[in-house]
């Protein structure tokens, strides 16, 4: 190998290692990973209170739609349905 060659080489892995730098500074992994574990430690120890709210709604939802479907029912010219089938107003 000639000079010139070893002087390119050498010119080119400084610059991959000047880019490879800026990278990493731009976007540091490291910080990037920690940032994520600390969310992920934050829904981990949340996860029961969000769990009760979930439930809380689908017990509101569910009521909700039980007396929708009784004021559906009652006010129905069927009567003989009382709400075990679905009518056209539902």
């Known amino acids: 190998m000639n000079a010139e060659a070893l002087e390119l080489y050498f010119r080119r892995l400084l610059d991959f290692l000047m880019y490879a730098r800026n990278y990493l500074i731009r976007r540091?992994?490291?910080k990037e990973m920690s940032a994520s574990i600390v969310e992920g430690i934050k829904d981990f120890l949340t996860i029961k209170k969000k769990l009760k709210i979930a439930q809380y709604r689908l017990n509101y939802h569910q009521h909700q739609l039980q007396k929708m479907?009784?004021?559906?029912?009652e006010n129905s010219d069927h009567h003989f349905l009382k709400g075990s089938n679905i009518d056209q107003k539902r």
């Open 28 to 30: 540091n992994p490291i």
């Open 69 to 73: 479907e009784q004021l559906i029912a």
